[in-house]
């Protein structure tokens, strides 16, 4: 099991449609997984310190992710990115982070685009 992980204020959690586990960890500024048949713990995006990048997993920087949610239909996640005031969407399968809605600035809006 991954009892020798650490996490600092993991937030939220999904479930992919590979049965990998998903946390939000608010604290590390990053996606991490559990990999439910061994427990193995694994951080495929993000880490600290907190910033804002768009991009292959790897390079993709977070900055306080508190929520995230499974797409039935795609199987990808949407992720609150709390403090860079944006959605962003993490496509595990196709390796990417793209920003969905939000300019990073903390305001209120509807729109399209930018």
């Known amino acids: 099991m ?3 992980a650490s996490f600092s ?3 939220s959690v999904a479930f992919l449609p590979s049965g990998l586990l998903v946390i939000a960890d608010l604290g590390s500024h990053a996606l991490r997984t559990v990999n439910a048949t061994d427990g193995s713990v694994a951080t495929p ?3 600290p310190p ?3 990048a768009d991009g292959a997993l790897a390079a993709a920087r977070f900055s306080g992710p508190n929520w995230a949610a499974v797409n039935p239909a795609t199987g990808a996640l949407a992720v609150a990115d709390l403090s ?3 959605l962003r969407t ?3 399968l196709g ?3 793209a920003t969905l809605a939000g300019s990073g600035l ?3 809006g509807n729109g399209v685009g930018g």
């Open 50 to 52: 907190a910033a804002f």
């Open 90 to 92: 993490v496509d595990f």
């Open 2 to 4: 991954g009892t020798a």
């Open 84 to 86: 860079n005031n944006r």
């Open 106 to 108: 903390p305001a209120f």
């Open 95 to 97: 390796g990417r982070v």
């Open 9 to 11: 204020r993991p937030s």
């Open 45 to 47: 995006v993000g880490l």
